[in-house]
């Protein structure tokens, strides 16, 4: 078991420029959860899929930020015009069921200049 | 789901018994206490959860209280890789994701 894959695990981007990020859940989980983590703000939800469906998208930001759950193997979340105040670590999780225990990814180091 | 209150940051020298607290004064009936922890430049790994009776597993004991509305995590004889930052938050089995607060950074000294 490979556990959560995310890639790629780091990215520089310009401003303006748009930044797609992966995450690959465990095979078998049918939730998948987006968090975003920087030293001022701590860990911030984002939003969550529970079989490919979109449940809760209440963190994403209003503008910009868009999530996709294509297929039960991967999701998406990707960023328009990235700005620095963007800059984070992105985290993706994945759990069985949704309720249960979640299993992180090592995240996404995104750096915008 | 409900919120959690925990200490800042506590200290400890390896080879102790650490106890972090953790208040959830408005538990709801059927949500679990999970525990999670953090080491920098790493995602939150699981360390146990429970919803009514003590749990025990290779990482820590976790202790509930009777009225669940306080729950304690022990680590018995820590060592250096034990420092980390102790997330505990609260999970039912509904459509709401669960939200991280600070948590507790451990720090462990030689």
């Known amino acids: 078991n490979a556990g959560v894959i995310q890639t790629p695990r780091h990215k520089v981007t310009g401003k303006g420029q748009e930044a797609t990020l992966w995450c690959e859940p465990i095979?078998?989980?049918?939730?998948v959860f987006w968090y975003r983590q920087t030293i001022v703000q701590g860990l911030e939800f984002l939003t969550y899929?529970?079989?490919?469906?979109?449940?809760?998208d209440s963190g994403m930001p209003k503008e910009r930020f868009s999530a996709q759950m294509p297929n039960q193997s991967h999701s998406t979340l990707k960023i328009q015009s990235t700005q620095p105040q963007d800059s984070a670590v992105y985290l993706c999780?994945?759990?069985?069921?949704?309720?249960?225990?979640?299993?992180f990814g090592p995240g996404t180091r995104l750096l915008v200049l | 789901d409900a919120k959690t209150t925990q200490p800042d940051s506590m200290e400890s020298t390896e080879g102790e018994t650490v106890h972090l607290p953790c208040s959830h004064a408005?538990?709801?009936?059927?949500?679990?206490i999970y525990w999670y922890r953090q080491v920098p430049l790493q995602g939150p790994e699981y360390v146990t959860h429970?919803?009514?009776q003590n749990t025990t597993n290779s990482m820590a004991f976790l202790a509930i209280a009777s009225d669940r509305k306080s729950s304690t995590l022990i680590l018995p004889h820590v060592s250096l890789r034990d420092a980390a930052v102790y997330h505990c938050?609260?999970?039912?089995?509904?459509?709401?994701?669960?939200?991280f607060g600070a948590g507790t950074k451990l720090s462990v000294k030689p």
């Open positions: 429970g919803l009514q």
């Open positions: 408005t538990i709801s009936g059927n949500e679990y």
């Open positions: 938050i609260l999970r039912s089995n509904n459509n709401n994701a669960p939200r």
């Open positions: 899929f529970r079989n490919q469906a979109p449940i809760d």
């Open positions: 999780a994945s759990s069985l069921q949704g309720g249960d225990t979640q299993y």
């Open positions: 095979s078998g989980h049918s939730a």
